[in-house]
């Protein structure tokens, strides 16, 4: 009879264990959910300022293609290719990190809708200077956004000054 009272008792003891060991593991799992809809709303925040970052960085890249192009510095077709390629900054951009995709496939998907193709993009930046062509071939969000910037001077700069101190001006 005692054997069985050990037992009861041993078999008690783990059970309350157990129920504790619940308890704090339910606890964490609370405690986890929240941190989790903090951080989606984080997200959501930056998200958001990303996105309104990338449309002021647009509207200024296009305003200064707008005015070398009111130059004479850049010809129809680049006018238009870069007016094209700039205009879909905020948009590639917000794909490319939302979906979690590369740089490439949101300018294809944003070429789709388009009456360019991904492959005429790639042309005229392959006809691009090297200040352009580097970071764009790193398809980053970084080196997309680089490239832009550097994009925008093109015609207001000889290819020698394109660089990082051309950029600050």
């Given at each position: 009879?005692?054997?069985?009272?050990?037992?009861?008792?041993?078999?008690?003891?783990?059970?309350?264990?157990?129920?504790?060991?619940?308890q704090a593991l339910s606890a964490e799992v609370i405690k986890l959910r929240n941190l989790n809809k903090q951080s989606g709303k984080n997200a959501k925040?930056?998200?958001?300022?990303?996105?309104?970052?990338?449309?002021?960085?647009?509207?200024?890249?296009?305003?200064?293609?707008a005015e070398t192009k009111r130059h004479g510095l850049l010809t129809e077709d680049n006018y238009n290719l870069s007016y094209f390629v700039i205009s879909k900054l905020g948009?590639?951009?917000?794909?490319?990190?939302?979906?979690?995709?590369?740089?490439?496939?949101?300018?294809?998907?944003?070429?789709?809708?388009?009456?360019?193709?991904?492959?005429?993009?790639?042309?005229?930046?392959?006809?691009?200077?090297?200040?352009?062509?580097?970071?764009?071939?790193q398809n980053t969000v970084v080196g997309y956004m680089t490239a832009i910037n550097r994009l925008s001077f093109i015609g207001q700069y000889s290819n020698a000054t394109i660089g990082e101190d051309s950029l600050t001006h």
């Open positions: 009879m005692t054997i069985a009272f050990t037992i009861g008792a041993i078999l008690l003891l783990v059970v309350i264990y157990y129920i504790i060991q619940t925040a930056a998200l958001s300022g990303l996105s309104i970052t990338c449309i002021e960085l647009q509207k200024a890249y296009l305003a200064r293609i948009f590639v951009i917000m794909r490319s990190i939302e979906m979690d995709i590369s740089i490439e496939q949101s300018l294809q998907q944003a070429c789709s809708a388009s009456p360019y193709k991904a492959s005429e993009v790639k042309k005229f930046i392959a006809n691009q200077p090297t200040e352009v062509r580097m970071p764009w071939s």
